[in-house]
C-alpha cells in the first residue's frame, strides 16, 4: 500500500534527516474508506521519517485547530486527533524505522499499536550489537549470526559498509546518534546515545529511566577491535610522527573498556576467534556471568597492551633515556608447561608484545619443527646455547648444558666444528642442547644422528634440542628420524640493543644487553712479554665463550676451541682447576679467559695457571694486586675494565665499571 495515497492531510513544522532542518513540508492523504478502517493489520511501506529532537506542530503554523502531531526520536510517534472524522477510524499510530513505516489504523488496532509502541520504545525490549572493526576478519559470520539471533546491527565507518556490502542490514551509528562523523573521523561514537547504552546498569532503575526520558535504546553486545597501531609503527617501510599519532585509537578503547566495566549487562569481544563462542554462548540464552568476566578480562587486557605500545612508542620520539620512569611489558601466553624447574611447579610460557621486540630473534619466536614439547628448563638451556651461538661470525657450534656452554668450536667445516664442540665436554654434552649459526644440511644432520661419543666411540649420542637459523629439506628430514622427542627448533638472531630484564623479590633489574664483541673491546698487553697474534686470537675466542658462562667463570681455549671451562663456583681457584682438568694436556700454551679480575696472584688461580703451562691470560683487571698478578705471569692483557659476571638462572651482569 503506498500511504501517500490515503488523502490524510499530514502537517509538519519541519524534516530533520540528522540534525539539519531541511524546510517545511505539506501532504496531502485521502480519506480512507471503511474497510480500511476496519483492517487489523498493520500496513509496511518502503517511506522512512526520520526526525530530529522532538517538538510538536501547533496551529498556528497549520492554520487548523487539528490535527496535532505529537512525536519524539528516534522513535517517531504521531497521533492524529480530528473532530471532524468518526473516532473509530480518525486515531492512527505511526512508528517510523530507518528503513520502514508502520502505520496503525482505526481504533480496534490503536490499543495493540499502542503496547507495541511502548514494548519497541523501552530501551531494553530490542537486542542491538554495536560492531566497529579494523580487523574485519569473520564479520560475515558474527553479523549473520547475530541477525539470525534477533539482533540488530549498529555499525560505524568502513565496517557498516563492509556489512552492507555483504547484504547485512546494518544501522549507522550516525543515525542513532543525529550526528555525522566528524574531524576526519576521530568523533564518531563518542556521543550518549551510544554510551548510555553501553554503560547503562539494567537493574538499576534511574538508569533506566534516564535512557527512556532520552529516548536512548541499550546495547547488549559490543565488538570492537583498534586502528592498527602497532602494525603501522613497526612496519618496514616506517612512519613518520604524526602519522603514528593518527593511529591511536581512541573511540574504540573507550567503547572496549565502556563495555568491559559494565559486563554483567553487556557483552564485550575484542577477539575474532571468540566469535564461534560468543555465537554458541548467546543460543544458549544462559546467564553464565564467568563467561563474561572472561571477555571483560581479555577486553581489558587488549587495551592496556594498545596503550602499553603507544606509550613505548611515544617515549622513543622523546630525547629520555634508556630507562622511562615507568613502563609496561606487554605478555602474550604461548604455552602452558608441564611443570616448571621443578616438578612441583607450575609454569607457563609467554612472548614478550614490546614493540622492541618485533623481528627482535630469539628463543621466544622460534619454529619448533619436531619433538616434545619444550619444557621450563629447554627453554632456558635453548636460550643460552643460542646467545652464545650467535656471538661467533665463523661457523659455529656450541653445546649447553644447564644454561653453560661445555664446547665451543668454530670451523669452515660445520661438521668438524660439531665434533670439537662435543670432545670438549662429550659427558655433559650427552643430554644437552646443540646450537649452530649455519644451516643444518643434510651431511651435518646425518653426523648429528650417528655420531658417537668420544668417551666409549660406541654411545650414539643424545641430545635434547637441536637450534639453527635454518634446515636444508633432506637434513631436517634426517633429523626428525634420530629421534621422536628430539626438540628441532628453528630461530632468528636476537637484536642488539635490547633492555634485558631480571626479577627480584619485589622488583625488577633493567639493563642493556652485554652486545661488545671483541672486535670492539681494547685489550691492553700489561706484562712486557707481547702475545703472538695466535695468542691474541685465542684470547679473544676465550674471552667470548667466558661472557656466557656463570660466574665464578674460567675458559681456556686455544685454535678457535673452547677446552675446559669451570662455572659457578664460589671461588675462581675451583672454577680454574676444574677449566684445567678438562682441558687436559692440550693446556699447555692455550688461552684463559675470566669474567673478572683475580683478587690474590701468589698461591693463588694466576700462580696456578703459570704453572699448568696456560700461555696468555685475559682478565678484567681492577684488582689493587694487578702488580702481583703481572709479575706472576709472562703474558697478562687486562681488557679495558669490562667485567663478563654471569649470574645463574641465565640472566647477565655485565659492563660493569671498577
Not at 287 to 311: C, E, G, I, P, T
Request: proline share 4%; hydrophobic share 35%.
Amino acid at each position: 500500500m503506498d500511504i501517500m495515497d490515503r488523502g490524510w492531510h499530514f502537517w509538519a513544522d519541519c524534516i530533520v534527516t540528522g540534525s539539519q532542518p531541511k524546510g517545511s513540508f505539506r501532504n496531502s492523504f485521502k480519506s480512507p474508506s471503511a474497510h480500511d478502517c476496519d483492517t487489523q493489520n498493520p500496513t509496511l511501506t518502503n517511506m522512512s521519517l526520520r526526525f530530529g529532537a522532538p517538538f510538536t506542530s501547533s496551529a498556528a503554523a497549520t492554520g487548523r485547530t487539528s490535527p496535532a502531531i505529537n512525536f519524539h526520536s528516534p522513535l517517531t510517534r504521531f497521533q492524529f486527533i480530528d473532530s471532524q472524522r468518526n473516532s473509530n477510524c480518525c486515531s492512527q499510530l505511526l512508528l517510523s524505522y530507518p528503513s520502514r513505516l508502520i502505520c496503525y489504523r482505526n481504533k480496534a488496532t490503536t490499543e495493540a499499536a499502542e503496547t507495541m509502541a511502548a514494548s519497541v520504545a523501552s530501551p531494553s525490549a530490542s537486542k542491538q550489537a554495536l560492531i566497529s572493526l579494523s580487523d574485519k576478519k569473520d564479520l560475515d559470520i558474527l553479523a549473520t549470526g547475530l541477525q539470525e539471533l534477533g539482533y540488530t546491527i549498529v555499525s560505524t565507518g568502513g565496517t557498516a559498509s563492509a556489512l552492507e556490502n555483504a547484504g547485512i542490514s546494518v544501522t549507522k551509528v550516525e543515525e542513532l546518534t543525529k550526528f555525522p562523523e566528524m574531524l576526519d573521523g576521530r568523533v564518531k561514537t563518542l556521543h550518549p546515545n551510544v554510551h548510555g547504552g553501553i554503560l547503562a546498569r539494567r537493574d538499576q532503575s534511574h538508569h533506566m529511566e534516564a535512557l527512556e526520558k532520552h529516548r536512548i535504546s541499550t546495547f547488549e553486545l559490543v565488538v570492537v577491535n583498534l586502528y592498527p597501531f602497532y602494525e603501522k609503527v613497526t612496519s618496514s617501510i616506517g612512519i613518520s610522527f604524526d602519522e603514528g599519532v593518527e593511529n591511536i585509537d581512541i573511540g574504540g578503547p573507550t567503547m572496549i573498556r565502556a563495555a568491559a566495566k559494565n559486563h554483567k549487562d553487556v557483552l564485550v569481544v575484542v577477539d575474532s576467534q571468540d566469535y564461534p563462542l560468543l555465537l554458541e554462548f548467546l543460543k544458549g540464552n544462559k546467564d553464565d556471568q564467568q563467561f563474561r568476566r572472561k571477555l571483560a578480562w581479555k577486553a581489558f587486557q587488549h587495551v592496556a597492551a594498545y596503550d602499553s605500545a603507544v606509550s613505548e612508542w611515544l617515549w622513543k620520539q622523546t630525547d629520555g633515556d634508556k630507562f622511562p620512569p615507568s613502563f609496561t611489558v606487554p605478555l602474550s601466553l604461548k604455552s602452558s608447561l608441564r611443570y616448571g624447574e621443578n616438578p612441583h611447579q607450575k609454569a607457563a610460557f609467554y612472548t614478550d608484545s614490546s614493540l622492541s621486540e618485533v623481528n627482535g630473534g630469539g628463543i621466544a619466536t622460534a619454529i619448533q619443527h619436531h619433538g616434545k614439547e619444550m619444557s621450563y628448563n629447554n627453554y632456558l638451556d635453548a636460550d643460552a646455547a643460542w646467545n652464545c651461538v650467535c656471538e661467533f661470525e665463523k661457523p659455529t657450534c656450541v653445546v649447553v648444558k644447564h644454561t653453560n656452554p661445555c664446547g665451543v668450536a668454530s670451523r669452515d667445516d660445520l661438521i668438524e666444528a660439531y665434533r670439537l664442540a662435543v670432545k670438549a665436554d662429550p659427558v655433559s654434552a650427552f643430554g644437552g642442547i646443540v646450537a649452530f649459526n649455519r644451516e643444518i644440511d643434510e651431511a651435518l644432520a646425518r653426523d648429528i644422528r650417528e655420531f658417537r661419543s668420544p668417551t666409549d666411540g660406541e654411545t650414539r649420542m643424545f641430545y635434547e634440542i637441536v637450534v639453527a637459523p635454518s634446515y636444508s629439506e633432506k637434513g631436517l628430514e634426517i633429523l626428525r628420524g634420530k629421534s621422536k622427542t628430539l626438540r628441532i627448533l628453528e630461530a632468528k638472531k636476537n637484536n642488539k640493543g635490547k633492555l634485558s630484564l631480571r626479577q627480584v623479590g619485589g622488583g625488577w633489574l633493567a639493563q642493556s644487553t652485554d652486545d661488545l664483541t671483541p672486535e670492539e673491546i681494547k685489550f691492553d698487553v700489561v706484562s712486557e712479554k707481547s702475545p703472538e697474534e695466535n695468542e691474541l686470537n685465542d684470547a679473544k675466542f676465550a674471552w667470548l665463550c667466558v661472557k656466557h658462562v656463570k660466574s665464578n667463570a674460567i675458559v681456556i681455549a686455544k685454535d678457535n676451541c673452547m677446552l675446559g671451562m669451570g662455572s659457578g663456583q664460589p671461588n675462581r681457584v675451583d672454577s680454574l682447576r676444574i677449566a684445567l682438568r678438562k682441558a687436559g694436556d692440550e693446556v699447555k700454551g692455550a688461552a684463559l679467559a675470566s669474567d673478572a679480575f683475580f683478587p690474590f696472584a701468589w698461591k693463588d688461580a694466576v700462580e696456578e695457571a703459570c704453572e699448568s703451562g696456560i700461555g696468555v691470560i685475559a682478565e678484567p683487571g681492577g684488582s689493587i694486586r694487578d702488580g702481583d698478578a703481572i709479575d706472576c705471569y709472562q703474558i697478562l692483557l687486562t681488557v679495558d675494565q669490562e667485567l663478563h659476571f654471569s649470574a645463574p638462572d641465565f640472566y647477565q651482569l655485565k659492563n660493569l665499571d671498577l
